[in-house]
């Protein structure tokens, strides 16, 4: 199974910061990587997919890059709503994974 | 307005079994593989099984194969999980999930709770 390396774990953050999260691939998987967004007892929301794909509806100030085993999810400034939970999902191989997650909050 | 609802989830003893029920509607649903993703709540995401868009396709994860069965109907626009022998550890919320085009779990449902305990 691919393993998926999400850093950090927890990140504390203002508004109008630029937030950085990190997903390593234990073996290439292309760009088959999305990245979702999970708040507090809601289902998660595709953010980004094919690694730097905004899903419709999704706002600009979300952005992917990556290739291979390495892949980066930033949001350039930090609004109220952006405080949540976001994972990373690899679709190269099944069984499908995702990252631990890396949970946003207000510093 | 594309919809799924999941339906099923139940306090169950360990060995027995549940059915989940998902209900899709505002999209064609002869046209999209589907998905079960389940989170211990608290914790993170775990996918746990596939079927495409003919039924021809059906993956699982190593946790689940041999207990849980995946299957969808094109009358009813339903996906269901057969889920047999449970264990403690199947405890979790379910979500149904379509699968793309994109190639990605495009659209979630609310999710249905399964709790496996004596």
């Known amino acids: 199974d691919i393993q998926l390396t999400q850093s950090p774990s927890f990140l504390s953050a203002s508004i109008g910061d630029r937030v950085t999260i990190t997903c390593r691939a234990s073996q290439g998987i292309l760009t088959y990587l999305a990245w979702y967004q999970q708040k507090p007892g809601k289902a998660p929301k595709l953010l980004i997919y094919a690694a730097s794909t905004l899903q419709d509806g999704v706002p600009p100030n979300f952005s992917g890059s990556g290739s291979g085993t390495e892949f980066t999810l930033t949001i350039s400034s930090l609004q109220p709503e952006d405080f949540a939970t976001y994972y990373c999902?690899?679709?190269?191989?099944?069984?499908?994974?995702f990252g631990h997650g890396t949970k946003v909050d207000m510093k | 307005e594309v919809q799924l609802v999941e339906s099923g989830g139940d306090l169950v003893h360990p060995g027995g079994s549940l059915r989940l029920s998902c209900a899709t509607s505002g999209f064609t649903f002869n046209y999209f593989a589907m998905n079960w993703v389940r989170q211990v709540p608290g914790k993170g995401l775990e996918w746990i099984s596939y079927?495409?868009?003919?039924?021809?396709?059906?993956y699982y994860t190593d946790s689940v194969k041999g207990r849980f069965t995946i299957s969808r109907d094109y009358a009813t626009n339903s996906v269901y999980l057969q889920m047999n022998n449970l264990r403690a550890e199947d405890t979790a919320l379910y979500y149904c999930v379509r699968d793309g085009p994109p190639r990605a779990l495009d659209v979630w449902g609310q999710g249905t709770m399964v709790t496996v305990s004596s």
């Open positions: 999902q690899q679709l190269y191989s099944y069984p499908w994974t």
């Open positions: 079927i495409s868009s003919a039924s021809s396709t059906i």
